[in-house]
């Protein structure tokens, strides 16, 4: 079945630096790649997605790009704020969004 | 708030009990999934719920079981709790089983068993 991997597990940045976490996934057959955000003690937010025929998405702040090639994916976080602080969780879907493999997670703390 | 309401929030059960969880689905969704979210891990999805009928399942024994009813809310049983079933159970609710519909998470209900 689908295995996802997620680098690193923590991560630290000052605020207004860039924040990098990568994924990689076993299965090519993987079609869509949410990335979820989940502040203590709280759910998972859905903060943007790709789908397989795309290779690079942006909202503001946040970029995902896609190597379908290479099975990974990448979540770009720029200008870093401390709400950006929190668990964040990539995961793939062989299924049409049926079920999701998510990542260990990655703690992303922003220093002021 | 997301529209999708789990119920309890906390639970407190003893090894060897049976639990029953349960999840309202956002208004217009006939879709719910469960997931298993242990401590400091990802969440691992138990099963999928599709108009009333299992959609699909992860690798969780039997024990674990779910219905889903007439309104798409649903249930998650668990029998013979064991101390690894402690974790928050996420409910997400959609609005169908493919990629064009989104994906709502639950607040969660946190189990502990002791």
């Known amino acids: 079945g689908e295995n996802v991997e997620q680098h690193p597990s923590t991560l630290s940045v000052q605020e207004g630096d860039s924040a990098v976490i990568k994924c990689t996934y076993s299965?090519?057959?993987?079609?869509?790649f949410p990335w979820y955000k989940q502040e203590l003690g709280k759910r998972p937010q859905l903060i943007i997605d790709?789908?397989?025929?795309?290779g690079e998405k942006k909202d503001q702040r946040i970029a995902v790009t896609l190597n379908k090639t290479a099975k990974h994916f990448s979540l770009h976080i720029t200008e870093t704020q401390p709400e950006d602080s929190a668990v964040y969780f990539c995961?793939?879907?062989?299924?049409?969004?049926?079920?999701?493999?998510f990542g260990p997670g990655t703690r992303l703390s922003v220093l002021p | 708030e997301t529209g999708v309401t789990q119920s309890p929030t906390h639970l407190i059960k003893t090894r060897g009990q049976q639990v029953t969880l349960r999840c309202s689905s956002q208004s217009g969704h006939n879709t719910v999934s469960w997931y298993q979210q242990a401590l400091g891990q990802g969440p691992q999805f138990i099963f999928q719920y599709y108009r009333e009928e299992e959609n699909g399942r992860g690798n969780f024994p039997p024990r674990f079981s779910g219905l889903q009813f007439p309104n798409y809310s649903s249930e998650l049983n668990v029998n013979a709790l064991e101390l690894d079933d402690s974790a928050l159970y996420l409910c997400a609710s959609s609005s169908g089983t493919g990629l064009s519909y989104g994906y709502t998470f639950g607040s969660g209900t946190r189990l502990t068993v002791v």
């Open positions: 299965d090519s057959a993987s079609n869509y």
């Open positions: 995961a793939a879907s062989t299924n049409y969004g049926q079920n999701f493999v």
């Open positions: 790709i789908r397989s025929n795309v």
